[in-house]
């Protein structure tokens, strides 16, 4: 009864939008506006898409690279400051830094990456490289190293929130804990290998799953940067959808598209699940006298 | 044999430049095998000593001594110490088996090694029953036993005990308290317990340093402690239901000293005298409930109204007032007698039970 209206508000904004996009995904819907249904022929469509393959692969280095990258950067900054140097005003105001990037909006980012890696001798890398005797004539960065600069970007954003959710469980270790391990003969390594990574396994695999997620759907941040250039090399399946739907109109293959993303970020977050034993955390503890 | 000497921490505020003394000149010796107890209001510094033997905290002045050699820049690991905290400080992710194990695994023990001496000490400790469970699966006794067996696995030379009871109820630490007792009496490993808990203190250990303000006020053994405490502060720290404090002054009288307070006149007796240079200073008497008598009216007796009967099981708790005073005085008296609130009585000093302190002389006991 009270959840009603919210209920209403789900199934407007979330339910039916879902069903729009499967049932638009079995129609030749473009900008005519006239949906004819054709089955499963845009699924076929995928699959004989030349690009496919080209895609899929820069979908998967995109987004594991990014993830990877995230993960360590992320373990690395939260550990450093909020075990190494705790409680120190130096690792406070560090972990601020790594928040500017995504307090901006990502346009002013993409702008800034683009200002860093422009092509012409006014680039601040080319006017760095050629000041210093480094390259004799502008590179065009972006053309040549599209997907690592695409990563770069990615991960610079979204490093931040992450180190926040790990520094605050690791802020939740008891001190006790670091004074027993220490007294029981523990380095640092065993203190970092089996107090603090122990600790972070579910705030871990959320990240993993959230971001993992986020990569693999996203678009805006490299539409942006690259628009998925040169030709599709730092094109992923998400910002292929885009394309198809709203840069070629075709509204139907790309509704088909991004179920093929919704289809692998599903199997993604199960596999995950699975990998992080997500079962040990839903079950309760047991306690007997 | 473990030695501190003038051992001083000071915790250091870069703002204002503040320096507080947490503990203030520590001199402390502790034989070999012996269980002594660190025992003292919160803040008095008991935990940072303790931390500073542990090697968890540095000393800013003095030395720490083991077996003669100075620790203080050993690192903890270094030091052959055992440690049980107030939180047990258990690893969570680890199952009971892993942790007990886990000093010596970090010691490089072989496995097999390592989890076959972890495995007898569990035994010794009767909780070999557990070893697969997580810490969050066990009770807090449970949990206890499994610090403990951590500690001793490693066969420390010493044993450290941070309030190691303080989150277990009433019932389960005196079971505890023997065992730890037992337990360190068979393995013969010097302890050093923190405590607040003035019963624990006393009944575990063979001696007890009480602390107050970051200073060791007296280190003897707990009969001691009691029957002849050093100064005002152990008299009043002591004991449940505390000592009776009732400040006043001495006097002499027809070749006689008395004490003298409002309300009460009680005529020392005459083996207990002070010495001259204490009469007229401000001296408290104290008198523990349990040595003061109810009686008729005789000579050296104080009349007293009682305001209040307390009934504590075994006896009754008086509070009473003398006729002519304003300060409450608790006695401890059998339970036939039949006493009313209200009731004028008469008290008796025993006479080798009282003690009296020179409160102008920070409180020293001045018949000991």
Redesign the interface.
């Known amino acids: 009864m009270f959840i009603l209206p919210f209920a209403l508000l789900t199934l407007t904004f979330f339910i039916l939008p879902a069903i729009a996009t499967v049932w638009m995904s079995f129609t030749d819907l473009d900008v005519k506006m006239k949906p004819n249904f054709i089955g499963l022929e845009n699924y076929i469509r995928i699959f004989q898409d030349y690009s496919l393959g080209e895609i899929l692969q820069n979908t998967i280095v995109y987004a594991v690279a990014s993830l990877g990258f995230v993960l360590l950067l992320s373990l690395i900054i939260a550990i450093s400051t909020q075990y190494f140097m705790k409680g120190k005003t130096v690792a406070t105001g560090y972990r601020v830094l790594w928040l500017i990037p995504s307090l901006f909006p990502s346009v002013v980012f993409a702008i800034f990456w683009k200002y860093i890696f422009d092509p012409t001798e006014n680039g601040f890398l080319n006017k760095i490289g050629m000041h210093l005797g480094a390259v004799d004539e502008p590179v065009s960065w972006i053309t040549r190293y599209a997907m690592p600069i695409v990563i770069l970007g990615t991960v610079v954003g979204s490093v931040s929130s992450n180190v926040i959710l790990l520094s605050s469980s690791i802020n939740s270790i008891p001190e006790d804990l670091y004074k027993a391990a220490r007294v029981d003969g523990a380095g640092e390594k065993s203190i970092i290998l089996k107090i603090i990574l122990p600790t972070l396994r579910w705030p871990l695999m959320y990240i993993t799953i959230t971001t993992l997620i986020g990569f693999v759907s996203s678009y805006f941040f490299i539409m942006l940067l690259t628009d998925g250039g040169p030709m599709h090399d730092s094109t992923t399946l998400a910002l292929y959808s885009y394309q198809q739907a709203f840069q070629l109109k075709y509204y139907g293959y790309g509704a088909a598209i991004s179920m093929f993303v919704v289809v692998i970020a599903l199997a993604l977050t199960l596999v995950l699940l699975r990998l992080f034993d997500f079962d040990a955390l839903v079950q309760p503890s047991r306690i007997e006298e | 044999m473990i030695q501190l000497k003038g051992v001083v921490k000071e915790y250091g505020n870069a703002k204002n430049k503040e320096v507080t003394r947490a503990v203030d000149g520590i001199d402390l010796e502790i034989n070999q095998g012996e269980f002594i107890a660190l025992l003292g209001p919160s803040g008095c510094g008991k935990t940072t000593t303790l931390?500073m033997i542990?090697g968890?905290l540095k000393a800013t002045k003095g030395e720490i001594l083991f077996d003669g050699k100075v620790v203080n820049q050993m690192?903890?690991?270094d030091r052959n110490?055992?440690?049980v905290?107030?939180?047990y400080?258990l690893?969570?992710?680890?199952k009971v088996i892993d942790n007990i194990a886990?000093?010596l695994r970090?010691?490089k023990v072989p496995k097999a090694e390592a989890y076959e001496k972890a495995k007898n000490i569990a035994k010794k400790l009767q909780i070999e029953n557990l070893l697969n469970?997580?810490p969050?699966?066990?009770?807090g006794g449970q949990q206890q036993r499994v610090a403990m067996a951590?500690a001793l696995v490693?066969e420390p030379q010493i044993l450290l005990l941070d309030e190691p009871m303080s989150n277990l109820d009433a019932r389960l630490k005196l079971d505890l308290r023997d065992e730890i007792r037992k337990l360190q009496r068979e393995i013969g490993v010097t302890t050093i317990i923190v405590t607040h808990d003035q019963e624990e203190a006393l009944a575990i250990s063979d001696r007890v340093a009480v602390l107050d303000a970051g200073k060791i006020q007296q280190y003897d053994t707990p009969y001691n402690l009691y029957h002849k405490p050093k100064n005002l502060f152990i008299a009043n720290f002591l004991g449940t239901p505390p000592m009776n404090i009732v400040e006043g002054h001495v006097e002499e009288q027809d070749g006689r000293q008395v004490f003298a307070a409002e309300g009460v006149r009680y005529m020392l007796p005459q083996n207990r005298e002070v010495a001259k240079e204490h009469i007229g200073c401000r001296v408290a008497i104290g008198l523990r409930p349990n040595d003061i008598r109810i009686c008729e009216s005789t000579e050296n007796t104080i009349p007293v109204r009682i305001e209040l009967v307390e009934q504590l099981g075994a006896e009754q708790l008086i509070k009473a007032k003398p006729l002519a005073g304003d300060h409450i005085i608790r006695i401890v008296a059998e339970n036939e007698m039949k006493l009313k609130a209200g009731e004028t009585v008469s008290i008796r000093i025993l006479e080798n039970k009282f003690h009296l302190f020179n409160l102008e002389r920070n409180g020293i006991n001045i018949l000991s």
């Open positions: 931390m542990a968890l690192e903890p690991k110490i055992g440690m905290f107030q939180s400080a690893y969570p992710h680890l886990f000093p970090e010691k469970r997580k969050a699966q066990l009770s951590r490693k």
